[in-house]
């Protein structure tokens, strides 16, 4: 099923809402070349894969979620991240064309650098580093630098959350590259069996590292997975951020009434290379 927006939909969007998308979606973009920068300083040890051009397959998502919800990720989390921690530490009133940045979401954005940077006022101390980020506070259960490796404690932690009838949902960001993991499929299959409150949000930008989607899958869309897995499958365009709002918000409603595990399959590009290097 693909889904598309329309002007209805965005006159429906609340306004404050409308502006915190578009603020978080901006200021991610923004962090993503600072850091680059930095990198490109020498200030940055280690691998760092960066976002810029996906910032909205995170931002619109995660804004269609509760704060209670969890979210796990891949290596390429920063965006991720840096929208479900906002999402939380952020106060909810606040209105990006009303007022100053928050004092919140300016240490959101140092601790996260930090972390980035293996320094000690970053969330884990400095040791997660670019690949490695989580804040359990915030709902963030973790990123993986294994491909697909995030998948299963997704499934896990969705059985959890179903056990405890909590109502929340959990979305597992994985790239195009991972839905031939066999552990993709495990915990595919699990989820459709045990109907869990699961959503496999993949972020397709058709070539995963340099290969393209139609030269590893045998399927013409990603998310035609799902029909074997009796898991519901979704496309979106990944520049469409109110219809990606729009479809998460309906897909992890119909999960808090015991709807139907998911698989969205959003189109989208990365700008800039696998791993951007000096």
Known sequence: ERWES???????LDQRQAARL???????????HALLELKNAGAVWGPVHTSVGQEATASAA???????????ATYRSHHQF???VLQAQVPADWHPAEGELPPEAQEVFFRTM???MGLSPGYCGGRGGSMHLRHMESGFLGSN???GGGVPLAAGAAYAEKFTQSGNVV?????????NQGAFHEACNLA????LPLIVFVENNRYAVATRVQDACAVEHLSQRASAYAMDGFIVDGDDAIAIHGLVREVAERLRNGGTPAIIECECYRRYHHVPCR
């Open 6 to 12: 329309d002007t209805s939909d965005v006159e429906q």
């Open 22 to 32: 578009l603020f978080d979606t901006l200021a991610i973009n923004r962090f993503e």
């Open 62 to 72: 995660v804004a269609a979620l509760r704060p209670t919800d969890k979210v796990a």
């Open 82 to 84: 840096l929208a479900k």
């Open 114 to 116: 930090a972390e980035i």
């Open 145 to 147: 630098a294994i491909v």
């Open 171 to 179: 979305v597992c960001y994985i790239g195009d590259g991972a839905v």
């Open 192 to 195: 459709g069996l045990w109907s």
